[in-house]
């Protein structure tokens, strides 16, 4: 653990803004990490931990309280209960993307979709982090974490973080605190042992985002490939040549909403179907039960809809800025926000307000957040 001179959070988070905080703190060690949270849980002060920076949104004014850096890293492979798959253990401070090239070249699959996701892998399950289809939901075996409120270390299952679509219980939603305040130390995956042999893609989405038929067998190294190309095209690659880059990836998450209003929506607007439950558990008490079994009730499904087009259907094209503002949409993507050079927080949060507003008048509902906001109200 090394306490060190803070510097401004603009020059660690990638969309460029934030104040200088009281303390900074960093952390290259699994003991160190858990060192310096005990010590500053335990003194009372407010606190922020620190990976990539690439899902961060930090106002102006200095933090009062301590930045935690997570500079931990390494990858550990394990064992695996099931044939055909091999377990791989990450510390939370190792570069997400550094990650998906790792499982790549050694021929594992079930995370090449996510290539090119800026942030770090302890960071990942908080989010939920996806793409194309692809989550970590659908690899995550557990977590090792510590709890603010004993210090104490644990390895928790991926069924105990009620992950869900871009949340978990770990997230602070803007609004509102995680139902559980605690930091990610490892983070266990279990991906598929393919080598390099084409394989058909499974994933419909991801099929349509690469322009493959159901019947195309790719790569992993291919999919990877094309999956960064895709998303350089869209400024979603960080280059520091780039200010399309210069931002938190989606400002905005893709919507959650019903069927019913779903149908309401301009048959145009992109949408997939979330998947529903279907495997609740009815429990009955022996000494009661008497042979009835209730219909399942009938839900409403869910149905995801693609922000980006609802930004870009009320009149908000890529690019677009308001007067005088240093901050703009993407020229190549409408979903992301940008820090076109020196733009205050202020000035996204405007921007950021504005494209609710223009939204929620078009098409009736309100686009979330998806960063963590530190400092900033929308």
């Not at 927080?345 to 906001?373: N, Y």
Request: one cysteine or more.
């Amino acid at each position: 653990m090394l306490e060190v001179e803070p510097v401004a959070l603009a020059q660690l988070t990638t969309l460029r803004t934030g104040g200088v905080p009281d303390r900074m703190i960093e952390a290259r060690t699994s003991d160190d990490l858990v060192k310096a949270l005990r010590d500053v849980w335990g003194s009372g002060d407010a606190w922020l931990v620190l990976g990539g920076g690439s899902n961060l949104f930090a106002g102006d004014d200095p933090f009062e309280g301590v930045v935690v850096r997570i500079l931990t890293s390494g990858i550990e492979r394990l064992p695996s209960p099931r044939a055909g798959f091999v377990r791989v253990r990450v510390q939370a401070g190792h570069d997400w993307d550094a990650l998906v090239a790792y499982a790549v070249e050694e021929g594992l699959a079930g995370i090449e979709a996510m290539s090119g996701i800026p942030g770090t892998v302890g960071a990942a399950p908080v989010q939920n982090v996806g793409a194309y289809g692809q989550e970590i939901i659908q690899t995550l075996v557990e977590v090792e974490l510590i709890d603010e409120s004993d210090g104490e270390v644990r390895t928790v299952s991926a069924a105990e973080l009620a992950l869900g679509f871009r949340t978990s219980a770990l997230k602070r939603h803007y609004g509102s605190v995680p139902e559980r305040s605690a930091v990610i130390l490892s983070v266990t995956l279990e991906l598929a042992e393919v080598g390099d042999a084409p394989r058909p893609i499974a994933g419909a989405q991801l099929r349509s985002a690469l322009g493959l038929a159901e019947s195309d067998a790719v790569t992993v190294a291919w999919i990877r490939d094309h999956v960064l190309a895709t998303r350089a095209r869209k400024g979603m690659v960080l280059d520091p040549d780039d200010p399309d880059t210069y931002s938190a990836g989606s400002f905005f998450q893709n919507a959650i909403v019903s069927s019913s209003f779903a149908a309401s929506l301009p048959a145009e607007c992109p949408r997939w179907p979330v998947a529903p439950d279907l495997d609740t558990v009815l429990v009955f008490p022996l000494s009661t039960f008497d042979g009835y079994v209730p219909a399942p009730v009938e839900q409403e499904t869910s149905v995801k809809v693609s922000a980006a087009w609802l930004i870009e259907h009320a009149g908000l094209r890529k690019g677009f800025r308001l007067p005088r503002s240093r901050s703009a949409l993407s020229t190549k993507h409408a979903l992301a926000l940008t820090n076109r050079g020196g733009a205050t927080a202020a000035e996204i949060a405007e921007l950021a307000r504005f494209i609710q507003g223009r939204v929620q008048a078009e098409f009736g509902l309100i686009l979330q957040p998806e960063p963590v906001l530190v400092n900033v109200e929308l």
